[in-house]
Structures are given as C-alpha cells and as structure tokens.
DNA sequence: CTACTATACCTAAGTGAACTAGGTATAGCA
DNA sequence: TGCTATACCTAGTTCACTTAGGTATAGTAG
C-alpha cells in the first residue's frame, strides 16, 4: 500500500542529504537512510532507484560508473550545485512542516 | 503537483487528532489545521473532502448533520474508539519517523 | 563444488493520496 | 446587487511508492 513504510515525498530530501557527504552509489544511499535512521526507515530498491533517475533527471545530480572498495561496479551519484541548493530548501520545507505538524500533534488532547 | 504542498499520508493523523477535541465538520477541520500550524499546511478541500470519506469507510470516523454556531448545515464528524486507537498509533508513527528524519538531515554535512 | 547471502543494478504494473479545477448552496455584509 | 466566507462535493489527472519480479557478481559456509 502506498505509503505504508515512507510519508511519499520525502525520500528526495533523504537522497540529497546522504549525497551531501560525497559521491555515493545507489545501494549505498540506501544503506545510508537505513543506518542513520537506526532502520526506521527502510526504502525499498523499487522506490530508490526510480527517485535517484527523477533526481537526476531534474539536474539535482550527476552519476559516473566507478568500483567500489570490494571491486564491484557501481554507479556513482554527486549532488549538482543545483542539487545541492535544492537540498537546503526542502531541509527547510522538512523543518517547518516536521515543526507545525508536531506541534499540532501536541497540542491537549488525545 | 502531488506532494507540492502535504507530504503524502500525513493528512490522516492531522484530521484524527483535529477530531480528538471533539466533533466537528470538516471545513471546521480544515480550517483547525490551517490555524494550529499558522498557515504552513493548507489543506485543499480536494483532499480534504475525499480524506474524511477514507477515514470513515476505515471505521475511524462517525458522520452526523448538525447545525453551526452560525445557522448553517454541516456534516459533524466524530472519532470512533477504533479511530481513537488508530489516533494513538499514526501519532506514534509520525513521531518516530519525524525524529528519524531530523537526525538524518542534522548530521554533519550540508 | 555448491549454496547462500550480500552487494549492486534495474523495471513493469498497480495502488492510491493529493492536486487541479471545477460545481452547488447559503449567510452576512457593503 | 454583488462579494466574501462558509460548507459541502466530485471527476480527472498526476506521480511517488509498493509489489514483485529480473540480472549479475563477490564472498563465505558447508
């Protein structure tokens, strides 16, 4: 069902944030939401590679073929400087949303 | 757009907790949204509307027509005990994932 | 040598929530 | 008389995510 696991919408933040750190690889990418979120979230290959195509296609990112430290090929993703402008404004849409929603959810009762 | 406005699946835990004061209809809970997150999420009613539809087809929701403070018919909408309980839960979710979310795009870089 | 797991990539089909963009009707006010 | 706010609604569209597969290789357990 969809948006059982991730509220739809927010894994582009994610994406951008882990590339923020350097160039990565898909696999990697998620490896990096699963650890850092102590697996609260878990996205799904079929949700990550498609939105890594999305973001790319928007100019948020570049890819190159590489090996990795194992000696596998991968594909590489590094934020644009585009990417990297998107990343701090949807941060900021992250931020005010996550603040007024929990503070809805606060407020007296229930 | 989708996802321009509402990250998807976080209207649901917005209206349950809206009626957890009690009942009201739904432009009421439009409006109760709008003004405890001071405009940052501004529900449209096609989303609104259907998303009260959901919940009730859901057995989270009872429906009753009533009259406004004002004179005007509206439909009162009113939480069930297993829309309470489900209350408990989509808070819980929402706070879990919230946190995951800040402290992955809290680390260091960008 | 054989399985199995983890790594690393991918896509097609389906679902479904939200957005867009309309519609109806009434109360109150200028 | 017209405008705004209130109060309800839905049809059509979009598109992110889920489900459910697929390929291929490195490393390890047996």
Redesign the interface.
């Known amino acids: 069902m969809?948006?059982s696991d991730?509220?739809?919408?927010?894994l582009d933040?994610?994406i951008l944030?882990a590339l923020?750190?350097g160039p990565m690889h898909g696999y990697g990418v998620g490896r990096w939401?699963r650890q850092?979120?102590?697996d609260?979230?878990a996205v799904q290959e079929g949700a990550l590679y498609p939105a890594l195509h999305r973001l790319q296609r928007r100019g948020w990112l570049d890819d190159e073929w590489g090996v990795t430290e194992t000696g596998r090929e991968a594909k590489y993703y590094r934020?644009t400087p585009v990417g990297?402008r998107q990343?701090?404004s949807e941060?900021e849409r992250?931020?005010?949303?996550?603040?007024?929603?929990?503070?809805?959810?606060d407020?007296?009762?229930?």
Request: proline letters at 3%; zero cysteines; a positive charge.
């Open positions: 969809a948006g991730l509220y739809v919408g927010t933040v994610l944030k923020s750190w939401i850092t979120t102590e609260v979230l934020l990297r990343l701090r941060v992250w931020r005010a949303y996550a603040r007024a929603v929990s503070t809805a959810l407020a007296a009762p229930a």
